[in-house]
């Protein structure tokens, strides 16, 4: 079992910054790829980054530039810097943990998701 917790979610205005946190805890957090999800209303979950134990990471088209993802392997711990956020970031944004999958990731395990509001 892993257990995620994020946080760091909350509102910002349009070209703003903000960074996500989460937690890992259980299982060995090193051999897997990490990475967040995200669900904006009406919308399917979709794939936003990961990282794996190698280091190496992808993201989806629509963050690439902006968004950056890392690691804490001490810690337990992986965070999401957003920068020059557009509204349609907003979104409820979930850590994952699973293994690799070509230029994603398979989440096994979901932490419980944190509110990311963009505002004009």
């Known amino acids: 079992q892993v257990q995620l917790v994020e946080s760091g979610g909350g509102m910002v205005q349009t070209g703003g910054s903000m960074r996500l946190s989460c937690a890992a805890s259980?299982?060995?957090?090193?051999?897997?790829?990490m990475g967040w999800f995200r669900q904006a209303p009406g919308k399917e979950r979709v794939f936003v980054a990961c990282i794996r134990g190698s280091g190496s990471t992808d993201y989806a088209d629509s963050v690439k530039g902006r968004f950056t993802i890392s690691r804490d392997n001490a810690k337990n711990t992986i965070y999401l810097q957003m920068d020059s956020l557009k509204s349609e970031d907003t979104a409820v944004y979930y850590c994952?943990?699973?293994?690799?999958?070509?230029?994603?990731?398979?989440?096994?395990?979901w932490g419980q998701g944190t509110q990311v509001t963009v505002s004009s």
């Open positions: 259980g299982r060995t957090f090193s051999t897997r790829a």
């Open positions: 994952a943990h699973g293994p690799n999958s070509g230029q994603t990731m398979i989440p096994l395990y």
